[in-house]
C-alpha cells in the first residue's frame, strides 16, 4: 500500500524559512520518479490549494508562493521537499503532499504556523 508521510512543519516568525519533507513508500523508485508530486495546503476555513508541483525536473508554484518556495524531490530516497522561505502570515496552513492524480488516502499533513 503506498502511503506518503509529511513532516518538518512547526512555528516560525514571519520572514522565517523552513523545509517540509515527504518520503513515499509501498512504491518502487522506478514509478515513483515518473510520478507528478504536489504540495498543498489548507488553512482553517478555506479550501485545499495546490502550491506547487513537480515532475521530470518542471516545477509549477502557484503564485502566492512563487519565488519564495522551491519544490526539490530526491527520487533514489523518494521523497520531496518543500523549501520555503520568506514565510508570511497567510502561509499559516497544514500542508500535504500528494501524487497526482491524488492517491485517495491523504496523509495526515504538518502544520506550519507563521506568527510572531
Known amino acids: 500500500q503506498v502511503q506518503l508521510v509529511e513532516s518538518g512543519g512547526g512555528l516560525v516568525q514571519p520572514g522565517g524559512s523552513l523545509r517540509l519533507s515527504c518520503a513515499a513508500s509501498?512504491?518502487?523508485?522506478?514509478?515513483?520518479?515518473?510520478?507528478?508530486m504536489d504540495w498543498y495546503r489548507q488553512a482553517p476555513g478555506k479550501q485545499r490549494e495546490l502550491v506547487a508541483s513537480s515532475i521530470n525536473g518542471s516545477s509549477y508554484y502557484a503564485e502566492s508562493v512563487k519565488g519564495r518556495f522551491t519544490m526539490p524531490r530526491d527520487n533514489a530516497k523518494m521523497m520531496v521537499y518543500l523549501q520555503m522561505a520568506s514565510l508570511k502570515p497567510e502561509d499559516t496552513a497544514v500542508y500535504y503532499c500528494n501524487r497526482s492524480p491524488p492517491l485517495s488516502s491523504w496523509g495526515q499533513g504538518t502544520q506550519v504556523i507563521v506568527s510572531s
Open positions: 509501498g512504491v518502487s523508485g522506478t514509478i515513483f520518479r515518473d510520478w507528478r
